[in-house]
């Protein structure tokens, strides 16, 4: 009888002396080490945190926890959620090695653990929500809110310390990007179900990621603010509000991730998440579609749903590679949007197949005719399409009657769809519509698994048949999701282009797309100014150029989508070799931690406008790209403020070449990116100085290239004690033009012609290739 009382006085004593127990030693504090600086402390008596980073302003105290559940709030701030345990020890993930600590609650007739990992070779700490008995009566009646709450943490401080970049919306949580200043009254942060990862960073780039680590489509973050602005208040962890049971030992986690520098620690965080769940670049690196151009047709190209006057699609679509390949452009897919399958309630699909309106021959005849493969988008299911055992199809789905849409939960289905588009040379199939596929069922609201069953037949079917996947239209938790899924393997990170729109900004959504191992994709662009008779009125392109420099620099999908006849043949080959393989950098252009600092302090801390960077990393050596387009001031701009870290001390230049040559490598040496818009952008190439015997040179590359010196062009650079060869890689045929700064003599241009298999080694002193 002795040990009951005493742990029910102990428990009363918590709710009417949390600060005498805290002053008792009621806290509990994990070790940082080396790798791990974070922090943090555990207050046993009320489960909560307080979490900094030393030298940082990075510090955050947790807010209550909560669990509904039987349709009952349980929480700590009232005492009904009850602490009946504690527990804590070491162990191990495929994260690292961690120090734990859980707490185990009675939440009405469910019990509910908490628990802290706290990784000793990792700078990260995982939040854990388990279910050992399951709970149901989980509902808060809010899709929007979270009906669990751990880790929560609170909005407090002042102005002016720490700062915020939120992904949201949809397109890979690109579409609706929030930043702004953390503290006590921050509001936009992206919230609920189209949420996503959160970043804070304080004004020395000293960064937290927080995420989703498990579970991603049953996860939200919910920003509960006060007052009618919804300020302040809190950030929530936990499962999507209108979940309304959750299965026994469900465990959901929750990752913040510490490092120094914006881009930095995303890429840390994606690559953790990648690594938990075994995604890889490698099917990335080697997709089909993001390696060479093709031809588009998606909303903002010439020919959506619009032909050619007078003809069908079937035609159109004969035509236009009829024109590019006569006037050389070598495409080597072609992508067909939602215009040519049957579509049934509220524009879903109905049958993912072709109307013989559009291709009366056949999606086969049409693949023959063209000869080239097939990228192929899709939307939401209608709730009457045919392949569903409700209207007198063959396979499992759900269909609602309150809804428009209808869920597939068949795998017999994914994988019989996908057998026959392999007979039509379907080799990237595009999802677009994620977010309203997800949002408009009750179903996949209010369930912890059907989202994730969704994401994964479809993935596993994909895989299974060779296909990639394109996710268009993807909430976070869609994008968080895809690191589960190989086969996902690009996405879209902006909105729908239009001849002129402003869709081109990517440099901050293209950063979560990388440290996930997907390519983002820029979609669609005119590569020509005026493009008569388009479906899109009197609307131009004014800045083409930018257009195919920004997809080119993705390292995504590059997709021009003109008119027969409409083509700038000389742009469009700027982005890629003589048989239409991409001449990308070694990875996606990302905007720079200070153009986010900027946009979220609105100090004069960054540039104001678009600073992005990039590099190709070939044999040890680094060249360096500077983007900067719609720059309101002038921005000075150096090797580590470009995110290029240690590099060999080199030049910056832009076309033309002199007079703008600038030393460029250290922290000191700085390029000035002038004011611009969009039409006169400047693109800077950095290329380091290399030390021969008798000489220095500086390989500048390809001068009619957006890329100049591009892995896929330059395999290998071998350098001599006096003398310098290049691997080079293209077409049978190609000509490859290769400049150089050399010693005293300047500029050295030398002109390759590549062999029946494709490759040339260049002879720098010999000026000649063999
Ligand atoms: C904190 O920063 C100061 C100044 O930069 C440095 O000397 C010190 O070693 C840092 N301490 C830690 C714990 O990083
Ligand atoms: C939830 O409901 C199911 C079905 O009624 C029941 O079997 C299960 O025990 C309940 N779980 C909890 C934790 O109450
Ligand atoms: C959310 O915020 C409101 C207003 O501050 C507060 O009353 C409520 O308790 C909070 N809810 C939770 C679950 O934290
Ligand atoms: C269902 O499958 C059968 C056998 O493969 C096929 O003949 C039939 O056309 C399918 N039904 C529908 C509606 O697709
Ligand atoms: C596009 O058409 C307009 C109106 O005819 C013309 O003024 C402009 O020069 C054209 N631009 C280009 C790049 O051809
Ligand atoms: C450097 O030395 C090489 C090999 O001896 C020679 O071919 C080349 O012309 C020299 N270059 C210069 C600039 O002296």
Redesign the pocket.
């Given at each position: 009888m002795i040990l009951p009382l005493l742990l029910s006085l102990w428990s009363t004593m918590e709710h009417v002396f949390p600060l005498l127990l805290t002053w008792l030693g009621a806290v509990a504090a994990f070790s940082p080490t080396d790798t791990n600086p974070i922090n943090l402390v555990v207050n046993q008596a009320t489960g909560g945190f307080k979490l900094d980073v030393p030298n940082s302003s990075l510090n955050f105290n947790s807010a209550e926890i909560f669990f509904q559940v039987s349709g009952k709030l349980y929480r700590t701030a009232d005492g009904s959620l009850k602490k009946t345990n504690i527990d804590d020890g070491l162990g191990k993930d495929t994260l690292g090695k961690y120090q734990y600590k859980s707490i185990l609650w009675q939440a009405g007739?469910?019990r509910v653990e908490t628990y802290y990992r706290y990784y000793t070779d990792v700078p990260a700490v995982v939040f854990g929500q388990h279910f050992p008995?399951?709970?149901?009566g989980t509902s808060v009646g809010n899709p929007d809110h979270t009906c669990t709450g751990f880790p929560t943490i609170a909005l407090e401080g002042q102005a002016g310390l720490l700062a915020y970049l939120s992904f949201g919306g949809n397109m890979f949580g690109g579409a609706s990007i929030g930043a702004g200043e953390w503290y006590y009254q921050t509001t936009g942060i992206r919230s609920g179900i189209t949420g996503g990862p959160l970043v804070v960073f304080d004004r020395n780039l000293n960064t937290v990621v927080l995420s989703p680590f498990s579970e991603f489509m049953a996860a939200s973050v919910w920003h509960n603010g006060t007052g009618s602005g919804g300020y302040g208040g809190e950030v929530n962890y936990g499962i999507m509000g209108d979940v309304e049971?959750i299965p026994p030992n469900f465990d959901y986690q929750t990752i913040l991730y510490y490092d120094k520098g914006i881009n930095q620690a995303l890429h840390e965080w994606g690559g953790a998440l990648m690594r938990q769940y075994g995604k890889t670049r490698a099917r990335t690196e080697s997709d089909f579609s993001s390696n060479y151009i093709g031809y588009w047709t998606d909303n903002g190209a010439y020919y959506y749903y619009h032909t050619e006057s007078g003809k069908n699609y079937e035609d159109t679509m004969v035509d236009v590679m009829a024109y590019t390949k006569e006037a050389g452009i070598p495409y080597r897919y072609l992508q067909l949007d939602s215009w040519w399958y049957y579509k049934g309630v509220a524009g879903g699909v109905k049958t993912w197949d072709a109307r013989p309106d559009v291709f009366p021959s056949g999606l086969r005849a049409l693949y023959e005719k063209i000869g080239l493969p097939i990228v192929a988008h899709n939307r939401y299911w209608a709730k009457d399409t045919t392949y569903a055992k409700q209207n007198g199809g063959n396979y499992s789905f759900i269909v609602e009657k309150q809804s428009t849409l209808s869920i597939p939960i068949d795998m017999t289905f994914w994988d019989d769809l996908f057998t026959q588009s392999a007979e039509w040379g379907l080799i990237v199939y595009e999802q677009d519509w994620l977010d309203v596929e997800f949002k408009g069922l009750k179903a996949t609201l209010s369930s912890t698994s059907l989202g994730k069953q969704w994401l994964m037949q479809f993935g596993q079917a994909a895989s299974s048949h060779d296909l990639n996947i394109q996710y268009c239209m993807a909430n976070p938790r869609h994008a968080l999701q895809s690191v589960q899924i190989p086969a996902v393997t690009q996405a879209r990170v902006s909105g729908d282009y239009h001849p002129g729109n402003e869709q081109w900004r990517i440099g901050i959504g293209s950063i979560m797309a990388h440290a996930l191992g997907v390519r983002p994709f820029k979609d669609t662009f005119w590569s020509t100014t005026n493009q008569t008779g388009s479906p899109y009125g009197h609307a131009t392109e004014p800045y083409p150029r930018l257009q195919a420099a920004v997809a080119t620099l993705s390292a995504g999908p590059v997709g021009p989508s003109d008119m027969v006849k409409g083509a700038d043949v000389n742009l469009i080959m700027r982005s890629c070799n003589a048989e239409g393989l991409l001449l990308k950098p070694s990875r996606p252009a990302t905007a720079i931690d200070l153009q986010i600092a900027q946009k979220a302090f609105q100090l004069d801390m960054g540039p104001k406008g678009e600073v992005w960077t990039t590099y190709s990393d070939i044999a040890g050596l680094r060249f360096g790209i500077i983007l900067a387009a719609d720059l309101q001031a002038d921005w000075n701009i150096n090797a580590v403020t470009a995110g290029f870290g240690e590099m060999m001390l080199g030049m910056a230049f832009t076309w033309p070449l002199t007079p703008s040559m600038t030393p460029f490598g250290t922290a000191t040496e700085n390029l000035l990116l002038k004011q611009c818009g969009k039409d006169d952008f400047a693109v800077w190439y950095t290329s380091p100085f290399l030390t021969l015997q008798n000489q220095t040179a500086m390989i500048i590359g390809e001068t009619d290239k957006w890329v100049p010196v591009s892995p896929q062009r330059v395999k290998n650079i071998l350098m001599f004690d006096s003398n310098l060869e290049l691997s080079l890689a293209g077409a049978p045929g190609e000509t490859v033009t290769m400049s150089f700064m050399v010693g005293a003599k300047g500029l050295v241009e030398i002109k390759c012609v590549l062999n029946e298999a494709g490759t040339a080694t260049l002879n720098l002193n010999k000026e000649a290739c063999y």
């Amino acid at each position: 009888m002795i040990l009951p009382l005493l742990l029910s006085l102990w428990s009363t004593m918590e709710h009417v002396f949390p600060l005498l127990l805290t002053w008792l030693g009621a806290v509990a504090a994990f070790s940082p080490t080396d790798t791990n600086p974070i922090n943090l402390v555990v207050n046993q008596a009320t489960g909560g945190f307080k979490l900094d980073v030393p030298n940082s302003s990075l510090n955050f105290n947790s807010a209550e926890i909560f669990f509904q559940v039987s349709g009952k709030l349980y929480r700590t701030a009232d005492g009904s959620l009850k602490k009946t345990n504690i527990d804590d020890g070491l162990g191990k993930d495929t994260l690292g090695k961690y120090q734990y600590k859980s707490i185990l609650w009675q939440a009405g007739g469910a019990r509910v653990e908490t628990y802290y990992r706290y990784y000793t070779d990792v700078p990260a700490v995982v939040f854990g929500q388990h279910f050992p008995d399951g709970a149901n009566g989980t509902s808060v009646g809010n899709p929007d809110h979270t009906c669990t709450g751990f880790p929560t943490i609170a909005l407090e401080g002042q102005a002016g310390l720490l700062a915020y970049l939120s992904f949201g919306g949809n397109m890979f949580g690109g579409a609706s990007i929030g930043a702004g200043e953390w503290y006590y009254q921050t509001t936009g942060i992206r919230s609920g179900i189209t949420g996503g990862p959160l970043v804070v960073f304080d004004r020395n780039l000293n960064t937290v990621v927080l995420s989703p680590f498990s579970e991603f489509m049953a996860a939200s973050v919910w920003h509960n603010g006060t007052g009618s602005g919804g300020y302040g208040g809190e950030v929530n962890y936990g499962i999507m509000g209108d979940v309304e049971n959750i299965p026994p030992n469900f465990d959901y986690q929750t990752i913040l991730y510490y490092d120094k520098g914006i881009n930095q620690a995303l890429h840390e965080w994606g690559g953790a998440l990648m690594r938990q769940y075994g995604k890889t670049r490698a099917r990335t690196e080697s997709d089909f579609s993001s390696n060479y151009i093709g031809y588009w047709t998606d909303n903002g190209a010439y020919y959506y749903y619009h032909t050619e006057s007078g003809k069908n699609y079937e035609d159109t679509m004969v035509d236009v590679m009829a024109y590019t390949k006569e006037a050389g452009i070598p495409y080597r897919y072609l992508q067909l949007d939602s215009w040519w399958y049957y579509k049934g309630v509220a524009g879903g699909v109905k049958t993912w197949d072709a109307r013989p309106d559009v291709f009366p021959s056949g999606l086969r005849a049409l693949y023959e005719k063209i000869g080239l493969p097939i990228v192929a988008h899709n939307r939401y299911w209608a709730k009457d399409t045919t392949y569903a055992k409700q209207n007198g199809g063959n396979y499992s789905f759900i269909v609602e009657k309150q809804s428009t849409l209808s869920i597939p939960i068949d795998m017999t289905f994914w994988d019989d769809l996908f057998t026959q588009s392999a007979e039509w040379g379907l080799i990237v199939y595009e999802q677009d519509w994620l977010d309203v596929e997800f949002k408009g069922l009750k179903a996949t609201l209010s369930s912890t698994s059907l989202g994730k069953q969704w994401l994964m037949q479809f993935g596993q079917a994909a895989s299974s048949h060779d296909l990639n996947i394109q996710y268009c239209m993807a909430n976070p938790r869609h994008a968080l999701q895809s690191v589960q899924i190989p086969a996902v393997t690009q996405a879209r990170v902006s909105g729908d282009y239009h001849p002129g729109n402003e869709q081109w900004r990517i440099g901050i959504g293209s950063i979560m797309a990388h440290a996930l191992g997907v390519r983002p994709f820029k979609d669609t662009f005119w590569s020509t100014t005026n493009q008569t008779g388009s479906p899109y009125g009197h609307a131009t392109e004014p800045y083409p150029r930018l257009q195919a420099a920004v997809a080119t620099l993705s390292a995504g999908p590059v997709g021009p989508s003109d008119m027969v006849k409409g083509a700038d043949v000389n742009l469009i080959m700027r982005s890629c070799n003589a048989e239409g393989l991409l001449l990308k950098p070694s990875r996606p252009a990302t905007a720079i931690d200070l153009q986010i600092a900027q946009k979220a302090f609105q100090l004069d801390m960054g540039p104001k406008g678009e600073v992005w960077t990039t590099y190709s990393d070939i044999a040890g050596l680094r060249f360096g790209i500077i983007l900067a387009a719609d720059l309101q001031a002038d921005w000075n701009i150096n090797a580590v403020t470009a995110g290029f870290g240690e590099m060999m001390l080199g030049m910056a230049f832009t076309w033309p070449l002199t007079p703008s040559m600038t030393p460029f490598g250290t922290a000191t040496e700085n390029l000035l990116l002038k004011q611009c818009g969009k039409d006169d952008f400047a693109v800077w190439y950095t290329s380091p100085f290399l030390t021969l015997q008798n000489q220095t040179a500086m390989i500048i590359g390809e001068t009619d290239k957006w890329v100049p010196v591009s892995p896929q062009r330059v395999k290998n650079i071998l350098m001599f004690d006096s003398n310098l060869e290049l691997s080079l890689a293209g077409a049978p045929g190609e000509t490859v033009t290769m400049s150089f700064m050399v010693g005293a003599k300047g500029l050295v241009e030398i002109k390759c012609v590549l062999n029946e298999a494709g490759t040339a080694t260049l002879n720098l002193n010999k000026e000649a290739c063999y």
